[in-house]
């Protein structure tokens, strides 16, 4: 008798479309931003009175509290650019480095250490093969634009969205509704893949979708992965396949 424990298999049947969120879900954005920040760190003998961790932890805290005030229009894009700099520089003591600057050469040391989240790959190629899918997510047009075309999303993928295009972010129910409307399908028909609980989980759950929560640490801010909104909790990408295995 087989004694192992088996996956609760959430109720997926009827799903018929599966969006995916972008970064921290199939890209690994965190680590880009970190290796980019520490890039950009040894060009300028300026931030070199920091440690590139500091750094990259004050850039990541400015960057995450600006990209919430941009979700509210409290911030335009180009302020959003500027002042993550400007309030990294100042919270640090770092002063004369000109924010343009800064912001070109690190988009570009960004763009050069972008990967996928190990196993999120194949597991697109294989979900592909089964559903039709897409992509949803938070972002640049000219940065994410420029990440479909260098992963070759449009090979495995139907939909691509971008916020900044729609002019809502997630957890916004009108981002979610222009996507579905994409699908020509039903909320419940629809399965959101993300990591974020606030953008990606409670949004989708919100309008109606089927959600899955990529944690793969376990931690999101601390939530309990037992007490939540999301249909699925998994913590890899083999975890999320087994669910569509035709058994
Ligand atoms: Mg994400």
Not at 139 to 165: A, D, H, M, P, W
Not at 220 to 229: A, F, S
């Amino acid at each position: 008798m087989d004694t192992q424990a088996q996956p609760v298999a959430p109720d997926f049947q009827s799903v018929k479309f599966i969006y995916f969120d972008l970064d921290d879900t199939l890209i690994d954005h965190k680590t880009a931003q970190d290796r980019a920040l520490v890039d950009v760190w040894t060009q300028y003998p300026e931030l070199q009175q920091v440690e590139p961790l500091v750094l990259a932890s004050q850039y990541a805290e400015s960057n995450r509290r600006l990209w919430e005030a941009y979700r509210k229009n409290e911030v335009s894009q180009s302020e959003l650019r500027r002042l993550r700099f400007e309030e990294t520089f100042r919270r640090l003591g770092i002063g004369s480095l000109d924010w343009r600057e800064m912001d070109r050469v690190y988009l570009d040391c960004y763009s050069r250490h972008w990967d996928w989240i190990p196993g999120a790959r194949e597991a697109l190629v294989r979900i592909s093969k089964q559903f039709p899918t897409g992509i949803m997510t938070n972002g640049f047009i000219f940065v994410q634009k420029k990440k479909f075309e260098y992963f070759s999303l449009n090979r495995y993928t139907r939909n691509l969205i971008i916020s900044e295009e729609v002019g809502h972010l997630k957890p916004d129910p009108r981002i979610f509704s222009f996507a579905a409307e994409k699908t020509g399908l039903q909320p419940g028909e629809l399965l959101y893949v993300g990591d974020s609980y606030s953008s990606d989980i409670v949004g989708g759950s919100r309008s109606g979708w089927k959600t899955a929560w990529y944690q793969p640490d376990g931690n999101d801010g601390g939530r309990d992965p037992e007490n939540n909104l999301a249909d699925l909790v998994f913590s890899g990408f083999a975890e999320l396949l087994k669910i569509f295995q035709t058994p």
